[in-house]
């Protein structure tokens, strides 16, 4: 489990397959900086958060992630992550198959029987 925002860095760094020095060279910075970061070693600044964030296409709230989220949080989190990584093809494609399964009564939530 992902716990700490250096784990984040380091997770999304090995999805993109790229080296520290890449990634540092993309978001303007040194590479001990950045090495720093995915170290623990220092804290991201406002502006270095919106950069890295930018540039993995996740939301801040995502990196600064400090805590173990729940297994619901956990899912919902990889999903909105992968569907970021789409194009805009892709992402159209991801909308109407969510809409299909929607459509379908057993992949909806029957929150009907729940309130009762």
């Not at 060279?25 to 590479?31: A, D, Y």
């Not at 502006?47 to 600064?64: C, D, K, N």
């Not at 989190?77 to 109407?96: C, D, F, M, Q, Y």
């Amino acid at each position: 489990m992902i716990e700490y925002t250096f784990q984040i860095l380091q997770k999304l760094r090995g999805e993109a397959g790229l080296t520290q020095e890449e990634v540092a060279e993309r978001i303007g910075v040194e590479r001990a900086t950045y090495a720093r970061y995915e170290s623990g070693a220092r804290k991201l600044s406002a502006s270095a958060l919106m950069e890295l964030a930018h540039f993995y296409e996740v939301s801040p709230e995502y990196i600064m992630l400090m805590e173990e989220p729940n297994i619901d949080e956990e899912w919902e989190h990889e999903l909105i992550h992968s569907a970021r990584r789409l194009n805009v093809e892709g992402r159209t494609e991801l909308r109407k198959y969510i809409g299909y399964l929607l459509s379908r009564a057993e992949y909806k939530k029957n929150t009907y029987e729940k309130a009762i």
